[in-house]
T-cell receptor, first 115, second 111 residues
Framework: GAVVSQHPSRVICKSGTSVKIECRSL??????MFWYRQFPKQSLMLMAT?????????EQGVEKDKFLINHASLTLSTLTVTSAHPEDSSFYIC???????????FGSGTRLTVV | DQQVKQNSPSLSVQEGRISILNCDYT??????FLWYKKYPAEGPTFLIS?????DKNEDGRFTVFLNKSAKHLSLHIVPSQPGDSAVYFC??????????FGTGTRLTVIP
């Protein structure tokens, strides 16, 4: 079945540094990828939607200059948290789809801790 | 490999009847399970959850059942309403707090 690999699963970084999270579709072409932020036992908050080869569409309230999303190929999207602050500590998860109605495959998430 | 599976990509139910969404998992280390509901162009919304120490959790029209021996959980919606039409995801958490999702089931409630 469709698999999405998300890396790293855990990262601890110092305040002010940048962290890159990768999301790869291993056996299908992901025309659209989504990035979410998960707070404990709460809904996933959609941060942005990215289509291969075009700029990501950010949800209201999400700083595009802080959360840089690149979807350069049909199998890879990256989320870079720039100048990380402790309040950015959270669980980030990606999902990918090959197209409308074809289902969503999620990565296993990245727990970011900014110290 | 998918550790959480939703084998039915779609389900259609008549309004007022029961909707049963199924989910299977392979990892016996999962200790917490969640169901999410997703409308188009929105992020998944948390619906209901269940701890691995329980076999049932009920919240209004939504009930989640967990069968650990079968590694199976299900979400029952009764009575189903047209507004319930959405994509439903099950998800599971390990003690390391990694979150694994199924691929979703599209529920259509027919008025």
């Amino acid at each position: 079945g469709a698999v999405v690999s998300q890396h790293p699963s855990r990262v601890i970084c110092k305040s002010g540094t940048s962290v890159k999270i990768e999301c790869r579709s291993l056996d299908f072409q992901a025309t659209t990828m989504f990035w979410y932020r998960q707070f404990p036992k709460q809904s996933l908050m959609l941060m942005a939607t990215s289509n291969e080869g075009s700029k990501a569409t950010y949800e209201q309230g999400v700083e595009k200059d802080k959360f840089l999303i690149n979807h350069a190929s049909l199998t890879l999207s990256t989320l870079t948290v720039t100048s990380a602050h402790p309040e950015d500590s959270s669980f980030y998860i990606c999902s990918a789809t090959a197209g409308t109605g074809l289902g969503y495959t999620f990565g296993s998430g990245t727990r970011l801790t900014v110290v | 490999d998918q550790q959480v599976k939703q084998n039915s990509p779609s389900l259609s139910v008549q309004e007022g009847r029961i909707s049963i969404l199924n989910c299977d998992y392979t990892n016996s280390m999962f200790d917490y399970f969640l169901w999410y509901k997703k409308y188009p162009a929105e992020g998944p919304t948390f619906l209901i959850s269940i701890s691995s120490i329980k076999d049932k959790n009920e919240d209004g029209r939504f009930t989640v059942f967990l069968n650990k021996s079968a590694k199976h959980l299900s979400l029952h919606i009764v009575p189903s309403q047209p507004g319930d039409s959405a994509v439903y995801f099950c998800a599971a958490i390990t003690g390391a707090n990694n979150l694994f999702f199924g691929t979703g089931t599209r529920l259509t409630v027919i008025p």
